[in-house]
């Protein structure tokens, strides 16, 4: 989901508060009580030699002239990007480090996709790379040439609010018909009209909280306490949230979304469902998003799609090898077993009763036989 990279660091244990404030607004999110757990030393260098590899990815697909732009999203990338960070915040909307502000606003004033566009957007480690990818599988599976290419239209690029303004020079001019873009947005900062194909994705909140903790503890933006139990209990308890206003996490970032549910223009698909019911799922994103696709190209893309073929692409990948994040980890229902209490397990449950109680949403916490 992020185009972020492997960091090395040594943890002190001096813990400090920092207050965040906003890179546009005079917001004052101090009462938020956002802290720093550890003070990160970090190779610059190589993460900015990381860097370059994203960026210069899509390299392939802009036309020839292009260094110049390449070379300006670099460093535009370099400026906001580099820790140590303080979050940004639009419209009282606390984006984590790296998700621009400035970046999210210019995509709502001034982006327009294309009418055969899609977007998918979620919260963190809902499961997003995955079906992202079976959106490139489906847009592209007839031309082996754009299959290979479009992976350069990477998280850096098609995530709206990622990196500096810059870098919508290169997609703009990025050579594909139909473009997948993604978003961690709420939906009030998503300029929802502008896109014909909006899939909205949810899974259980008890796994995407695993994955969060086994994710961010892999990068510098140090936001969050390396303790596992303490990770869960702190923000089950609504704090270190981002993407909502102060004191809200991912359960308020579904029922946001949560009334665009029957929108034409958007389709709710569950994590669980597609884990459960891979070919039929993709038949479903293929009819919204009108891509005709044959029985034995659907058999192609399941395999192409696969938790382990999907790991394996990644490991054997040069810029993800390099970046050493936790794209893909377990992929199973039901591993919150294995790290919550019962004390967490049943406070996340009461938080979603409270919640999402008076919508149709059931998650699904284990296999369904």
Not at 6 to 22: I, N, Y
Not at 113 to 130: E, F, H, I, M, N
Not at 231 to 258: R, T
Not at 320 to 338: C, L, T, V, Y
């Amino acid at each position: 989901m992020f185009c972020f990279y492997e960091c090395s660091f040594t943890e002190r244990s001096m813990l400090h508060e920092v207050q965040t404030t906003s890179t546009d607004t005079d917001d004052d999110l101090s009462s938020n009580n956002y802290k720093r757990y550890s003070t990160a030393e970090m190779d610059l260098e190589k993460i900015k030699g990381i860097w370059r590899k994203y960026v210069m990815e899509v390299a392939p697909l802009l036309p020839e002239d292009s260094s110049e732009i390449l070379e300006r999203c670099y460093e535009g990338l370099v400026e906001v990007g580099s820790p140590p960070k303080t979050p940004s915040v639009w419209k009282d909307y606390i984006l984590f480090p790296a998700f621009e502000a400035e970046t999210a606003e210019y995509s709502y004033d001034n982006f327009i996709p294309k009418d055969g566009d899609v977007l998918v957007a979620s919260y963190p480690k809902t499961g997003t790379t995955w079906t992202s990818e079976i959106i490139r599988q489906l847009l592209y599976h007839n031309d082996p040439e754009l299959i290979k290419k479009s992976r350069g239209f990477n998280q850096f690029y098609n995530y709206l609010e990622y990196g500096p303004v810059c870098k919508y020079e290169a997609v703009k001019a990025a050579k594909l018909d139909r473009k997948c873009f993604g978003t961690h947005l709420p939906s009030n900062l998503v300029n929802l009209k502008r896109f014909k194909k909006i899939i909205y994705l949810i899974c259980n909140p008890k796994d995407q909280l695993v994955s969060w903790f086994n994710f961010v503890k892999t990068h510098p933006y140090d936001f969050f306490p390396k303790d596992e139990r303490a990770f869960y209990d702190l923000l089950i308890a609504g704090k270190q949230g981002f993407f909502g206003k102060p004191g809200e996490g991912y359960l308020e970032h579904v029922k946001d979304w949560y009334q665009h549910k029957n929108d034409e223009n958007v389709m709710f698909l569950v994590f669980e469902d597609i884990k459960q019911n891979h070919a039929e799922k993709i038949k479903e994103l293929a009819a919204f998003i009108n891509v005709k696709v044959a029985d034995k190209e659907i058999s192609e893309i399941v395999h192409n799609t696969s938790f382990n073929s999907m790991k394996k692409d990644a490991e054997n990948r040069e810029v993800e090898k390099d970046e050493g994040m936790i794209m893909f980890r377990k992929g199973e229902i039901g591993d919150w077993k294995n790290h919550l209490t019962v004390a967490q397990s049943e406070e996340i449950d009461r938080k979603v009763e409270e919640i999402l109680g008076d919508t149709n949403i059931n998650f699904t916490y284990k296999w369904c036989s």
